[in-house]
């Protein structure tokens, strides 16, 4: 009887140890998406559209927090510090995630090490767009005239280093303009001084320029396009406009910090891979000119390793070295 007492009391006391063990339900509170630039951008668009899907599947807000500052790195390095329990994520872009180790010399993490992808959200390419004040309603009228004025045209981007810092200085390259790179801290405030004037040109994402092409605030030239897109059939390609040698655009992923529990990063993953496949969320993406391109974990993981190659080589190509 002793013994039977006793193997029931061990066979309670094990199942009360594994049911403690197992991880809680989440999300139980609130989750924070962290994006690295300011409010406006093609980024900030993007995160605050999957945000709103992401909340009404998970049953909890999902709150959006900019945090602006070094090419997305300032947010990034927040989240590879959070607690890895699925309540902190980023929507990151390619400055932060594959650009930054190839042009930073001291980075404060190391984004395949640090960061757990969890999918693929978003790709968009690039327009170069114009201030009205340019004399150019076409891509050769405007390498034209840039090169009557070498070194008196200014360009914007998101920062040192960001993905149109270098698909700037790879347009400079290939055209052999001669333009001064202003650096801002994202895209928002990039856009702002293009609208006033006081830069002259930049390369954005359909979600950041769009509405003011449309409005006749801004100049679309080109698309970094094989085909024009459909939310801007009037603008032509850069291989139409006779600059086939030029590529460049970013995209947007999901985040969580490394060592997540498998269980909530698949579960993160599945909803949103959900969200990107519904007639909503396509649709909102696709009138901004993103193309949704949901991934599994691993597959998004090889995703970025080879975006961080691409952008060695192109580093290497134009000469430019980490700082």
């Given amino acids: 009887?002793?013994?039977?007492?006793?193997?029931?009391?061990?066979?309670?006391?094990?199942?009360?140890?594994?049911?403690?063990?197992?991880?809680?339900?989440?999300?139980?509170?609130?989750?924070?998406?962290?994006?690295?630039?300011?409010?406006?951008?093609s980024t900030d668009v993007a995160g605050r559209l999957l945000a709103e899907q992401?909340?009404?599947?998970?049953?909890?807000?999902?709150?959006?927090?900019?945090?602006?500052?070094?090419?997305?790195?300032?947010?990034?390095?927040?989240?590879?510090?959070?607690?890895?329990?699925?309540y902190t994520l980023m929507l990151a872009a390619s400055p932060e995630v594959s650009i930054a180790p190839i042009t930073m010399k001291s980075m404060p993490y190391d984004p395949v090490r640090d960061l757990q992808p969890i999918t693929l959200v978003g790709q968009v390419p690039f327009l170069l767009v114009v201030n009205p004040s340019v004399p150019a309603t076409t891509l050769s009228e405007f390498i034209s005239h840039a090169k009557a004025n070498p070194g008196k045209l200014n360009y914007?981007?998101?920062?040192?280093?960001?993905?149109?810092?270098?698909?700037?200085?790879?347009?400079?390259?290939?055209?052999?303009?001669?333009?001064?790179h202003i650096p801002y801290k994202?895209?928002?405030?990039s856009i702002t001084d293009l609208l006033g004037g006081q830069v002259q040109y930049t390369f954005d994402t359909p979600p950041a320029v769009l509405e003011h092409v449309r409005g006749g605030k801004l100049r679309a030239l080109a698309v970094a396009t094989r085909q024009r897109l459909e939310s801007a059939p009037q603008v032509p390609t850069f291989a139409e406009a006779g600059v086939p040698a030029f590529t460049g655009g970013t995209w947007f992923g999901l985040f969580a910090p490394a060592k997540t529990p498998n269980a909530v990063v698949e579960?993160?993953?599945?909803?949103?891979?959900?969200?990107?496949?519904?007639?909503?969320?396509?649709?909102?993406?696709?009138?901004?000119?993103?193309?949704?391109?949901?991934?599994?974990?691993?597959?998004?993981?090889?995703?970025?390793?080879?975006?961080?190659?691409?952008?060695?080589?192109?580093?290497?190509k134009?000469?430019?070295?980490?700082?």
């Fill in 54 to 86: 992401l909340s009404r599947r998970l049953g909890q807000q999902v709150v959006v927090e900019n945090r602006p500052g070094a090419g997305g790195t300032v947010a990034a390095s927040a989240v590879t510090r959070a607690e890895p329990d699925g």
């Fill in 1 to 41: 009887m002793q013994r039977r007492t006793f193997l029931l009391t061990s066979a309670a006391a094990l199942a009360h140890g594994t049911a403690l063990a197992q991880p809680a339900a989440w999300p139980l509170r609130p989750v924070r998406m962290l994006i690295g630039y300011p409010p406006g951008g």
């Fill in 267 to 316: 579960r993160i993953n599945a909803e949103t891979v959900a969200a990107l496949n519904s007639p909503e969320l396509k649709k909102a993406f696709n009138d901004r000119g993103i193309i949704a391109a949901p991934q599994k974990p691993d597959e998004f993981g090889r995703f970025v390793q080879s975006e961080v190659a691409k952008w060695k080589e192109l580093a290497a």
């Fill in 186 to 189: 994202g895209s928002g405030p």
């Fill in 318 to 323: 134009i000469g430019i070295v980490a700082e």
């Fill in 156 to 180: 914007s981007s998101f920062g040192n280093n960001t993905s149109n810092h270098l698909a700037g200085e790879l347009f400079k390259s290939i055209t052999g303009v001669q333009a001064t």
